[in-house]
């Protein structure tokens, strides 16, 4: 069983310990679930809903809406959320990936919805959802889902932020995986690092015909920009959506010269906005294919900001990387050419592109998996065990949130909840226990001495230490009923520490385990 770990994992509930300072506030907390979940009538207060027709100068040379527009909205309508909540401006710091899944023409609205997920000290999430709407026929569809997270500021300091407080099932659940989602951006970039400096990514770029190859040079677009007072915002900084479609512009240009058509952007790969820029500056924007797949490429693109007579001193606003494909008369992706990197920095940016296209795929299927659809098997990889950690601790807390728990049994104050979820059955224990919380966790947390408290694990050995948080272990069980044979199963187990005590949350992510 234990050479399985090499090849797949599992997600699925094994168990959730969930310990209560007193009886008194876990009762105050389930009446308040009961009287506000999903009631007629309430409303979000942070939820901001936008609506716009599809006007002719909004769109692109395919008569459909641009994505650079949308974007403008889409970041206007996050921002408006944020400073609802936070009651003062709110500045963009980044915007996760996001995918698009469906164009939208000349004639149809735009429907964005967005609100704050969960506020940190002094950054929040904003959760946006667009959907396309035909007036004619009154269909409507899913065009993209998307993750920004903002800063609150307040005469140039930072402000910390009153916490959100989720009344309905999703509210739960979004306000949950949110510090899960958090901690992925902070350590996305050493993720890349680690894959290309211990798992160099495999390519055939020695073996292609270098004869039918475009020199990456060719693509590549340098643009400047001049930050006039109709691209600032009410602050005086560079609209956001103003910079992203910029961004989007340029990169759709570079894209264009490689294949010659008129390409789609399919996916944005987060932006990430590393300062301000102010009216009078002057933007230079850099795109260029850093690689070329066989239906998609990966264009990456840069800002850069100074003011007059201070080129020299440049500095760096914000990067993104855009997936483009382009489509034939029956919307199918269409075969693209190989791009030659330049020596240097071009086959680092042609290596890292592979390796992000590997992350993203992984990340994309990982995250997106619904809950409900069958357990999760995905190959083991180190470059995707940041998502399959999340996803683990994810699929708990999602568990956690639901409301339709119910409670089987309680003897000497222990309480046994199970829930029964399609062809899941998932159980959590609930007992109030005089103990400091860090001995609990560590009590709890090491899988090596849960055979002293847990009559279900009669050995636990270590196959691989992930990471600080996560371990694959080899768990041996007592035989069940009238079987005599001892079972024995591989799990992933996620771990996160006690939060510190500044750092706000309103419930401690219980030890995950992952079950093959």
């Known amino acids: ?62 008569g459909e809406l641009s994505v650079g527009q949308l974007l403008k909205w889409i970041d206007t309508t996050a921002c408006l959320s944020a400073e609802r909540h936070a009651g003062c401006p709110c500045v963009t710091a980044s915007m996760d990936d996001i995918y698009f899944e469906h164009t939208i023409s000349v004639g149809q609205v735009v429907n964005i919805k967005a609100k704050v997920n969960r506020a940190f000290n002094s950054s ?11 007036l004619c026929s009154e269909k409507q569809w899913s065009v993209c889902k998307a993750l920004a997270t903002f800063v609150a500021h307040r005469e140039l300091s930072k402000v910390k932020l009153k916490q959100t407080t989720p009344q309905t ?64 915002n009410h602050q005086g900084n560079t609209f956001g959506g103003q910079i992203m479609a910029w961004m989007e512009n340029v990169a759709t240009i570079a894209a264009s010269r490689l294949c010659y058509a008129h390409p789609t952007l399919k996916a944005i790969e987060m932006f990430h906005f590393r300062g301000p820029s102010q009216v009078g500056d002057r933007l230079v924007l850099k795109a260029i294919v ?8 990966e264009v990456g693109v840069c800002v850069e900001a100074y003011r007059q007579g201070a080129e020299t001193h440049r500095r760096h606003i914000n990067s993104a990387f855009m997936t483009f494909v382009v489509l034939d008369a029956d919307d199918q992706p269409q075969k ?37 659809e069958v357990p999760l098997s995905v190959p083991w990889d180190p470059s995707n065990q940041v998502y399959l950690s999340y996803n683990n601790v994810s ?14 049994s309680e003897i000497n104050e222990v309480r046994l909840y199970t829930l029964e979820d399609d062809k899941f059955l998932s159980f959590h224990v609930e007992m109030v226990v005089c103990v400091d919380a860090a001995q609990a966790f560590l009590l709890l947390s090491d899988l090596h001495r849960r055979p002293e408290w847990d009559k279900h694990y009669r050995n636990v050995e270590l196959v ?10 080899h768990v041996i069980s ?14 992933l187990a996620s771990r996160r520490k006690p939060c510190d005590n500044g750092y706000p949350t309103t419930t401690r992510p219980p030890p995950a385990f992952s079950t093959t």
């Open 336 to 372: 693209l050419p190989w791009i030659r990197p330049q020596p240097g920095d071009g086959e680092r940016r042609y290596r890292e592109a592979s390796a992000r296209k590997k992350i993203r795929l992984d990340r994309k299927y990982i995250v997106s998996c619904k809950q409900t």
């Open 169 to 232: 099932e999703e509210e739960k659940m979004e306000h949950s995986v949110a510090a899960e989602r958090r901690r992925m951006r902070l350590v996305y970039a050493d993720t890349i690092k680690d894959l290309l400096a211990n798992f160099p990514i495999q390519d055939d770029l020695e073996r292609r015909d270098c004869s039918h190859m475009v020199p990456a040079e060719k693509t590549r677009v340098e643009s400047v920009e001049l930050v006039l007072p109709p691209h600032a």
């Open 1 to 62: 069983m234990i050479q399985n770990v090499g090849n797949h994992l599992r997600r699925g509930f094994a168990s959730v310990f969930s310990s209560r300072l007193s009886r008194k506030s876990a009762c105050r907390a389930e009446d308040t679930d009961s009287t506000m979940a999903d009631g007629e009538g309430y409303r979000n207060p942070t939820e901001v809903q936008m609506s716009q027709v599809v006007l002719p100068c909004h769109t692109n040379q395919r």
């Open 478 to 491: 007592p035989a069940l009923g009238s079987d005599t044979k001892p079972h024995d199963f591989v799990i």
């Open 290 to 297: 850093n690689n070329a797949f066989k239906h998609s490429m």
């Open 124 to 134: 929040m999430e904003v959760g946006i959802q667009v959907t396309s709407e035909d």
């Open 464 to 473: 691989q230490q992930v990471d600080e948080d996560d371990g694959i272990y």
């Open 395 to 408: 699929s708990l807390k999602m568990l956690m949130a639901k409301d339709n728990w119910a409670l089987s």
